[in-house]
């Protein structure tokens, strides 16, 4: 994580940037540039719910941005796996000066990529000769090990199950176990959530569905409460016990009917 980022100023001479941007382009790319996940190597991770919080946007804002800037201007890359993004201009805008402390921050930067293919996506605008050999003769040997690929997965099951299992302690739906639609559902989500997130989701959800004082009373599948704009429904950002608590004058209820043992034998 950098402290601090130089940008050069011909980045408001480049043709690109004065031609094809709108305003609202040139500040999010120069957001992409400078904020505090950056590395020295233009590769770093960073996620959409980090973006948002930023820069005060919406999931839905930074989605539409990342896909102009993927699609449209071709100027960076997104890995959903990985949470990587790659700019390719990098080496442009930051990359000039070359040096033994700046080439020991690149090598050792670029051996933390986790998508080696990021790599020569962000070489080909590396203008400094020494530097640009690091990016084209990186040696793939720096990868995860087997052992700690096996660890990762372990940790990203335990978590699955972890709120799988939370779920099932609401009494909604009594699902038997973790189908393939559950378990990419929430690997999707704690890709832009973080576990807590995800936790307070299912509290919102339960709560609203089961009582009284909330007319919401569709009973979702974990699979569906996974769902992007249903996490969006239930995060606390977006005040669900108050949104779905009814309006009906005091003393007037619809009292709802749900059975606890319904059961998904899926």
């Known amino acids: 994580m950098a402290k601090f980022r130089m940008v050069e100023t011909d980045f408001w001479n480049d043709p690109k940037v004065v031609e094809e941007m709108t305003p609202e382009d040139k500040l999010f790319f120069l957001y992409l540039l400078t904020n505090p996940n950056t590395t020295q190597v233009g590769i770093y991770q960073i996620t959409k719910k980090q973006i948002a919080f930023d820069i005060g946007y919406s999931i839905e804002s930074v989605n539409s941005l990342l896909d102009r800037f993927?699609?449209?201007?071709?100027?960076?890359?997104?890995?959903?796996?990985?949470?990587?993004?790659?700019?390719?201009?990098?080496?442009?805008?930051?990359?000039?000066?070359?040096?033994?402390?700046?080439?020991?921050?690149?090598?050792?930067?670029?051996?933390?990529?986790?998508?080696?293919?990021?790599?020569?996506?962000?070489?080909?605008?590396?203008?400094?000769s020494k530097l640009k050999g690091l990016y084209d003769t990186y040696d793939d040997t720096s990868t995860i090990s087997p052992q700690e690929e096996e660890k990762e997965k372990e940790e990203e099951e335990y978590t699955v199950r972890d709120l799988f299992n939370h779920y099932l302690s609401k009494n909604i739906i009594k699902h038997t176990k973790i189908t393939n639609p559950i378990r990419s559902a929430i690997k999707a989500r704690l890709r832009d959530y973080s576990l807590e997130q995800l936790y307070q989701v299912i509290d919102n959800y339960a709560t609203?569905?089961?009582?009284?004082?909330?007319?919401?009373?569709?009973?979702?599948?974990?699979?569906?409460?996974?769902?992007?704009?249903?996490?969006?429904?239930?995060?606390?950002?977006?005040?669900?016990?108050?949104?779905?608590?009814?309006?009906?004058?005091?003393?007037?209820?619809?009292?709802?009917?749900?059975?606890?043992?319904?059961?998904d034998l899926s």
């Open 208 to 263: 609203v569905y089961s009582s009284d004082a909330y007319w919401f009373t569709h009973k979702y599948t974990l699979a569906d409460l996974m769902r992007d704009k249903d996490v969006r429904k239930f995060i606390d950002e977006a005040e669900p016990l108050n949104n779905f608590a009814k309006r009906t004058p005091q003393g007037v209820t619809n009292a709802k009917s749900k059975s606890k043992e319904d059961f």
């Open 70 to 128: 993927i699609h449209h201007h071709k100027i960076i890359i997104y890995n959903q796996e990985t949470r990587e993004i790659a700019i390719k201009n990098w080496g442009r805008y930051n990359l000039k000066r070359g040096g033994k402390p700046m080439e020991d921050c690149v090598r050792s930067e670029l051996s933390e990529v986790k998508d080696k293919d990021l790599i020569p996506y962000v070489a080909e605008r590396v203008e400094n």
